[in-house]
């Protein structure tokens, strides 16, 4: 559970190259963003990581470094 | 919950209307939104009512083949219960016009439910519980929307969503028919995740003949007060959170387990959820009918069109645990037995009545 491998995990989620993102890289600025993109995140952040991200996670994180602090805090809470 | 004993399910039918709308023609998404778009829900096309057809005319095609399939006469019909948040008007309640519509005799208890993708487990629950306590013979479970006519057709977050479905099931006293199990559940603090914020009193806006204004919503997409909004990612992360268990807890209460089951038949509002929700639950996708490349989100009517789309996997008796999600929110799931040959095919309709 690093979050270089986030990195790859969200990048495929949202069909772009992995090097285009980094941990401070505001997600939603991105020219492919979309309300698709956020069902992406949601589904991945379940299927790799079992825990429930919800929109209002989404809406409050600018970086990708914040979407993984959401994502890794979950899984500890499930643990 | 208890089970529903003594009750069966005889017929399933469901009407859409003829005219296809194809998701590669709306041109409010470019090329590459209308493929990603596709990718993620599923939805190639979807069929949309010409103006003047409502809810109760799909419902009315499908009770009508119901009981001709049957052979079941009119008069012998002591509820009609029609589950839509599409009626024809606030008020009377829609089912008691198409009691009249439908030439039910008076003794014919009718009146309408407002909820949305739940509704089929919620309508199975109701009807089959009226049945069985009140020791009516036969009734019809009519389910159906028409959510293209409270969608602004530029909103990219609903209208390329939504097809027009509406349906029947006959249902039966019949002491030898197994069990339906059920599992309803409800949270109104999710209520703003699909809503139609006017036309009710609660709104605080001018009444129906007041001109509707279109506003900007937080999305940025205009919107007036009767239309839908649908915020996606709250539903999504409800859908596969709080689903599966519900799935579980009926199938738990009916003593059989996944493999039991010959299909999961899922509320179709997008692929990735039901995709999502199948996998927790171990059903493999071949025991996972879809309707929803075809028809889009049916709305309540959903889990009738995606029996319907499939009527040649129920040539033979079925064991079936169907979950509906969605708009309160609201949720439900029901197992239960479909007899040999009770799935009619989709009947593509445009009669208005």
């Known amino acids: 559970m690093t979050i270089e491998d986030f990195i790859d995990k969200f990048a495929f989620a949202i069909e772009v190259d992995t090097n285009t993102l980094a941990p401070d890289t505001h997600f939603k600025t991105l020219p492919s963003w979309d309300s698709l993109n956020t069902l992406a995140v949601i589904a991945m952040a379940d299927a790799d990581?079992?825990?429930?991200?919800?929109?209002?996670?989404?809406?409050?994180?600018?970086?990708?470094?914040?979407?993984?602090?959401?994502?890794?805090?979950?899984?500890?809470?499930?643990? | 919950m208890n089970a529903i004993t003594g009750v069966a399910l005889r017929a399933v039918a469901a009407a859409t209307p003829a005219r296809v709308v194809r998701t590669a023609d709306y041109t409010y998404l470019n090329p590459d939104e209308r493929r990603r778009f596709q990718k993620a829900t599923g939805i190639s096309e979807r069929r949309i009512v010409a103006a003047g057809q409502c809810a109760s005319d799909l419902c009315l095609t499908a009770a009508k083949a119901v009981l001709e399939h049957l052979g079941w006469d009119p008069a012998s019909i002591g509820a009609l219960i029609l589950i839509t948040q599409t009626g024809d008007q606030p008020v009377p309640a829609t089912s008691i016009v198409l009691q009249d519509k439908l030439r039910l005799p008076q003794s014919c208890l009718a009146f309408d439910i407002n909820l949305g993708c739940s509704s089929y487990p919620y309508g199975l629950a109701v009807v089959g519980s009226m049945i069985r306590t009140l020791g009516i013979a036969r009734a019809?479970?009519?389910?159906?929307?028409?959510?293209?006519?409270?969608?602004?057709e530029h909103d990219k977050s609903a209208w390329p969503l939504f097809g027009d479905a509406g349906s029947a099931t006959a249902l039966?006293?019949?002491?030898?028919?197994?069990?339906?199990?059920?599992?309803?559940?409800?949270?109104?603090?999710?209520?703003d995740a699909?809503?139609?914020?006017?036309?009710?009193?609660?709104?605080?806006?001018?009444?129906?003949?007041?001109?509707?204004?279109?506003?900007?919503g937080s999305d940025g997409v205009q919107r007036h007060a009767g239309n839908l909004v649908l915020r996606?990612?709250?539903i999504f992360s409800f859908a596969i959170s709080r689903v599966p268990g519900s799935i579980q807890r009926a199938m738990s209460a009916s003593g059989r387990a996944?493999?039991?089951?010959d299909f999961l038949l899922l509320h179709q509002a997008n692929k990735m959820i039901n995709d999502t929700i199948a996998?927790?639950?171990?059903?493999?996708?071949?025991?996972?009918?879809?309707?929803?490349?075809?028809?889009?989100?049916?709305?309540?009517?959903?889990?009738?069109?995606?029996?319907?789309?499939n009527a040649e996997l129920?040539?033979?008796?079925?064991?079936?645990?169907?979950?509906?999600?969605?708009?309160?929110?609201?949720?439900?799931s029901a197992t239960f037995q479909l007899p040999a040959a009770s799935v009619l095919p989709c009947i593509a309709s445009d009669d208005v009545y």
């Not at chain 1, 409050?60 to 979407?67: K, L, Y």
């Not at chain 2, 479970?141 to 969608?151: A, E, F, I, P």
């Open chain 2, 232 to 234: 996606g990612a709250d």
């Open chain 2, 258 to 261: 996944a493999q039991d089951f």
């Open chain 2, 172 to 191: 039966e006293l019949d002491e030898n028919a197994p069990p339906i199990h059920v599992d309803l559940c409800s949270d109104g603090a999710g209520k």
């Open chain 2, 279 to 309: 996998r927790k639950l171990g059903f493999a996708p071949d025991r996972v009918p879809t309707s929803i490349e075809h028809y889009g989100n049916t709305s309540s009517a959903s889990i009738p069109v995606t029996l319907c789309a």
């Open chain 1, 49 to 79: 990581y079992g825990v429930t991200v919800t929109g209002r996670d989404i809406e409050a994180a600018t970086t990708v470094a914040d979407m993984w602090a959401v994502v890794s805090s979950k899984c500890v809470a499930t643990e």
């Open chain 2, 314 to 332: 129920f040539a033979m008796p079925r064991w079936v645990v169907a979950s509906g999600f969605g708009v309160g929110l609201s949720w439900g």
């Open chain 2, 194 to 216: 699909i809503i139609i914020p006017g036309g009710g009193l609660a709104s605080r806006l001018p009444p129906v003949d007041g001109h509707l204004v279109d506003a900007t």
């Open chain 2, 140 to 152: 019809l479970l009519l389910v159906g929307d028409v959510s293209s006519r409270v969608c602004a």
